[in-house]
């Protein structure tokens, strides 16, 4: 009974401070936005650095949203720091932020994921699976942040984590802190309280929409989390088992050394795709270079054993014994298999973008190839339970009404598409089994796309964003969601939530998705 009340009396006053904040709500501009440089947080270390007024434009003239429709809002950008300090070694440390406020406000809350070890703030602007209009464009206030030190040097840089906090904003604290203080941003600025507030990220920004559905699950409404990097201890073994595989097909050098890349001859390579394709293309009812249905597919390198000597028709037993073990993931000394092994499909010997699978990259700083020894002794180290993102109870996020989208390329050469399924499949089980969780989550699989985005033979562009929005508030769960790409231009196809998959109808335009059904 006296939970009841206390629910009863906190949604009354809820209603009253809504009801507040509505007879204050306006539409602020320039004026209201130099105003912001004073903006603060009771208790909160906050530093408004910058509080700029950005006219409209009529294209968006920075990357990512280049090359998107228009016209570029009017927004106000708010920048800052949350907990400036001097760290270990001197270092000085601080989660970075930006937050663009538009003229035009939808009312909700967005909030884009980073990518590789973060370190820097990207322009707010929602683009992540957005399809042809970024979030910023669309009305959102959309917020970015560095998750609290800034690189050393270009690339992966894990020097920030020698400090224990900055250690700990990057693994789940920053956004959680650039989320709270965002929202009561929006509040002091518009008057008026967010309606729905969502997040979408790619690689680590996958991940980051994971651990805030499993650590903080009333924060955000909608999640899309692609490729994550869920456990990237165990990834980066996986990685490195690949190319202790390919390399065992390798000549030598004077040393004894296998020789990177030199496994398989391009040749041998397209051997390889032309085999899958062969096999599975045509599994989703039509051959149009892109298997849809990688569960199904039950490519066997075998298959291509040469009969006699060696040709360009063929490989040698060596050879299909190193694909045979690269793609069925690595094991540890007692054969337990630590990370699920990685599809066949045709992204795997792309040489644009991140490299394929098969094109099996030279071990770092050009050294010898690993032994399958030292990625047995790397198995024990691998784990961080601090980042990684491996909790499957969501009962908190999915029973006050959370909706989470999860996509993965295929033929991601970094974080196996098997691993994100495995991950949903391990969720479901524990949340009432997939029929409950459809009612929630939903899984898409995107054939040949790398990571995060891209392939040569894939289509990647997809709105997500609109996906997660329309199930969010208006109780439209995706059943597809459609794609199109570079890759294939004037084709488009429906993605469909797993345990499905596009099949063709077997009559109607090829290129068109109307012309497909999602089946099992």
């Known amino acids: 009974m006296k939970v009841a009340i206390k629910a009863v009396v906190f949604l009354v006053l809820f209603i009253l401070a ?245 496994g398989l001859s391009e040749s041998d390579r397209k051997l390889v795709i032309d085999g899958i394709l062969q096999r599975c293309d045509a599994r989703d009812g039509i051959r149009d270079g892109m298997i849809f249905d990688p569960i199904g597919c039950d490519f066997n390198p075998a298959t291509l054993i040469c009969a006699g000597a060696k040709t360009d028709t063929c490989l040698t037993s060596q050879q299909v014994a190193a694909v045979q073990r690269a793609f069925s993931g690595p094991k540890d000394s007692r054969g337990v298999q630590v990370y699920p092994g990685f599809f066949f499909d045709t992204g795997i010997n792309a040489k644009t973008g991140m490299p394929g699978l098969l094109t099996a990259p030279p071990p770092p700083q050009g050294g010898p190839s690993p032994t399958v020894q030292d990625v047995d002794r790397e198995v024990a180290t691998a784990p961080n339970p601090l980042a990684d993102a491996v909790s499957t109870n969501l009962t908190t996020f999915s029973g006050h009404g959370g909706k989470q989208i999860f996509y993965h390329g295929v033929s991601d050469p970094w974080f196996s598409a098997k691993e994100t399924l495995s991950y949903y499949q391990d969720m479901a089980a524990a949340n009432g089994g997939l029929p409950q969780v459809l009612n929630w989550s939903r899984l898409y699989l995107v054939p040949g796309m790398g990571h995060c985005q891209g392939g040569e033979a894939t289509l990647d562009r997809m709105d997500m964003l609109t996906a997660i929005v329309d199930w969010v508030e208006k109780g439209a769960a995706p059943d597809s969601v459609l794609a199109t790409g570079r890759a294939f231009p004037g084709r488009s196809r429906p993605l469909c939530a797993w345990p499905k998959h596009a099949q063709y109808k077997g009559e109607g335009k090829p290129e068109d998705a109307k012309n497909f059904v999602c089946q099992e």
């Open 18 to 262: 809504e009801m507040g904040l509505a007879q204050n709500a306006r539409t602020p501009g320039a004026a209201e936005c130099a105003a912001m440089s004073a903006f603060r947080v009771p208790g909160e270390p906050i530093e408004i650095t910058k509080a700029e007024w950005i006219p409209a434009a009529a294209a968006p003239s920075t990357p990512p949203a280049r090359g998107y429709g228009g016209p570029m809002p009017a927004y106000c950008k708010v920048s800052g720091v949350i907990n400036r300090r001097t760290g270990v070694g001197g270092r000085e440390f601080g989660i970075g932020f930006e937050v663009a406020l538009p003229e035009d406000w939808n009312r909700d809350f967005l909030m884009q994921g980073g990518g590789g070890t973060n370190g820097v703030i990207m322009p707010p602007l929602g683009a992540q699976v957005a399809g042809d209009k970024p979030g910023l464009l669309r009305g959102f206030a959309v917020v970015s942040n560095d998750t609290g030190h800034k690189n050393l040097s270009a690339g992966l840089d894990g020097s920030f984590r020698v400090d224990q906090q900055a250690a700990l904003d990057f693994a789940y604290e920053a956004n959680v802190r650039v989320a709270e203080m965002t929202k009561r941003m929006i509040a002091d600025y518009y008057g008026r309280a967010t309606a729905h507030s969502y997040f979408v990220g790619c690689s680590t920004g996958g991940r980051e929409g994971m651990i805030l559905t499993q650590r903080y699950p009333t924060e955000f409404d909608g999640v899309v989390s692609g490729a994550p990097a869920m456990v990237t201890g165990l990834s980066g073994v996986a990685d490195r088992w690949v190319s202790v595989s390919l390399n065992q097909a390798a000549p030598r050098d004077a040393a004894g050394n296998a020789i990177p890349r030199e």
